[in-house]
C-alpha cells in the first residue's frame, strides 16, 4: 500500500463501490450494469459525483439508477468469538 494511500485513509477517504444501472443507447428498454470503485470521502462523494457528471455529459446511455456502498478500511480491529476452539499441532 502506498504511503499517499494510508494519509488518505486516515483522513477519511474510504473504497466506495456504486452499481450504476443505465439504459442502453441503441435499445432503451434494455438496462446494463457498471460498477465503479475507486477511494472516496463519505457522505459527499465528490469522486462518484465527478465521474457521473462526466457521464451524464459525455456517454450516450442514460443513467437509471446508482446504489453506493462504502467501507472505511482502516479502523479498530473486530473480534468475534467463537463457541469452539480447534488446535492443529
Not at 504511503?3 to 442502453?24: C, F, K, N, P, V
Not at 465527478?50 to 467501507?71: C, E, I, M, Q, Y
Request: negative net charge; aromatic residues 12%; proline residues 6%.
Amino acid at each position: 500500500m502506498d504511503t499517499t494511500q494510508l494519509q488518505r485513509q486516515l483522513q477519511g477517504w474510504s473504497l466506495t463501490t456504486a452499481e450504476i444501472m443505465y439504459h442502453m443507447p441503441d435499445h432503451r428498454e434494455l438496462l446494463q450494469t457498471f460498477i465503479w470503485q475507486d477511494y472516496d470521502v463519505a457522505p459527499r462523494f465528490p469522486r462518484l459525483i465527478k465521474f457521473l457528471d462526466f457521464w451524464t455529459h459525455n456517454l450516450d446511455g442514460p443513467l437509471a439508477s446508482v446504489r453506493v456502498a462504502h467501507h472505511d478500511i482502516v479502523g479498530p480491529a473486530e473480534i468475534c468469538l467463537f463457541g469452539e476452539e480447534w488446535r492443529m499441532h
